[in-house]
């Protein structure tokens, strides 16, 4: 490898360009390749950001030698598979979230990194939110402590529609993709395995096939509990909300921002080198892979959030 990591991006849609444009803010990062379903609007983002190779295959792009990772941007369905189609061509990858939309094919992906050695991350971007990451260190410092967690993630989503407002390709879901998010995170943060989980659902929707709404519970074994409220039918506001209640204060994180229980805002500017949570994650990946450690959110530290999901969509069939 170079002195410059050389990257290969797959997915141009609204994900795969708020990489782009975390990656033109680090050092000694390029993107020499996009991976796209449609090869014209896949290389008029390309000219946009000055990448040289287009193509819809991304065999061809794993064939350039010049490669050393890949960022998987793609329909969740075909996360795993080309997570490892990637470490069979040597190079390091970091699929979007989430890994897998199902146990077996994330505990595939974490056996092929194994085998391989190569740095293998999924995209479990509330890790690195510098709002997440203020509670974190708290948490860490003996400051905080996490009684409960009370998360809402909503969109309006009664069409198959991406954050752009632009049809989809593929069906969204919310236990193997937005429920992974808070089910990753409250682990996390509270430095303490799920041991108990439950999760009801409402209505499939008769044309995508999915619930649009769902509830789930969970407790750690330190005793914390979390509610987790999930929608596709909520008509704004929109995103995820979470409300950290601890012994010694009230934490209320949107995205990439920090509040206290009375709405003030926190400052968390200082907390690391961007305010910008995909950013950061890439900052992470490539990290690891100049450092050829294990990045955190390593596919094998979520596998445990699958394990989870896996047994909420158990008791879902039941």
């Given amino acids: 490898m170079s002195n410059t990591i050389k990257v290969a991006l797959a997915g141009a849609g609204a994900f795969g360009i708020k990489h782009l444009d975390g990656?033109?803010?680090?050092d000694g990062v390029e993107v020499v390749s996009l991976v796209g379903r449609e090869f014209g609007k896949t290389k008029e983002v390309a000219d946009r950001y000055g990448i040289s190779h287009v193509t819809t295959d991304l065999d061809e792009s794993l064939a350039l030698k010049e490669v050393d990772a890949v960022i998987l941007c793609t329909p969740t369905q075909m996360?795993?598979?080309?997570?490892?189609?990637?470490?069979?061509?040597?190079k390091h990858v970091q699929v979007e979230i989430p890994l897998a939309d199902s146990l077996a094919d994330a505990q595939a992906v974490v056996a092929i990194q194994k085998q391989t050695g190569l740095v293998a991350m999924?995209?479990?971007?509330?890790?690195?939110?510098?709002?997440?990451?203020?509670?974190?260190?708290?948490?860490?410092?003996?400051?905080?402590?996490?009684?409960?967690?009370?998360?809402q993630?909503?969109?309006?989503?009664?069409t198959n529609m991406n954050a752009l407002g632009q049809p989809r390709s593929w069906t969204d879901h919310?236990?193997?993709?937005?429920?992974?998010?808070t089910v990753d995170l409250f682990a996390y943060q509270c430095g303490s395995p799920i041991v108990k989980a439950n999760a009801i659902q409402g209505?499939?929707?008769?044309t995508l096939g999915i619930a649009m709404d769902m509830s789930i519970q969970l407790k750690a074994a330190n005793g914390a509990i979390c509610t987790l409220s999930l929608s596709f039918n909520n008509d704004g506001p929109l995103g995820t909300f979470f409300r950290y209640i601890g012994d010694t204060a009230t934490y209320i994180a949107r995205y990439d921002d920090l509040y206290n229980g009375k709405e003030e805002k926190i400052d968390v500017s200082g907390v690391d080198v961007s305010m910008n949570g995909i950013e950061l994650q890439d900052r992470e990946f490539f990290a690891a892979i100049r450092a050829r450690r294990e990045?955190?959110?390593s596919v094998a530290h979520v596998l445990p959030c699958y394990e989870v999901l896996h047994q909420l969509e158990q008791q879902l069939k039941d």
Avoid at 23 to 26: A, C, D, S, V
Avoid at 79 to 90: E, F, I, N, P
Avoid at 153 to 158: A, S
Wanted: glycine letters at 4%; one cysteine or more; hydrophobic letters at 40%.
């Fill in 23 to 26: 990656i033109k803010l680090i």
């Fill in 79 to 90: 996360h795993a598979l080309q997570a490892m189609q990637c470490m069979r061509a040597g």
């Fill in 122 to 151: 999924c995209g479990h971007t509330r890790r690195f939110n510098p709002s997440h990451q203020y509670v974190h260190r708290k948490i860490a410092a003996g400051e905080f402590h996490i009684q409960q967690m009370d998360v």
């Fill in 153 to 158: 993630t909503y969109f309006f989503r009664r």
């Fill in 174 to 181: 919310l236990l193997w993709h937005h429920a992974a998010h």
């Fill in 203 to 206: 209505p499939i929707h008769p």
């Fill in 295 to 297: 990045p955190n959110a």
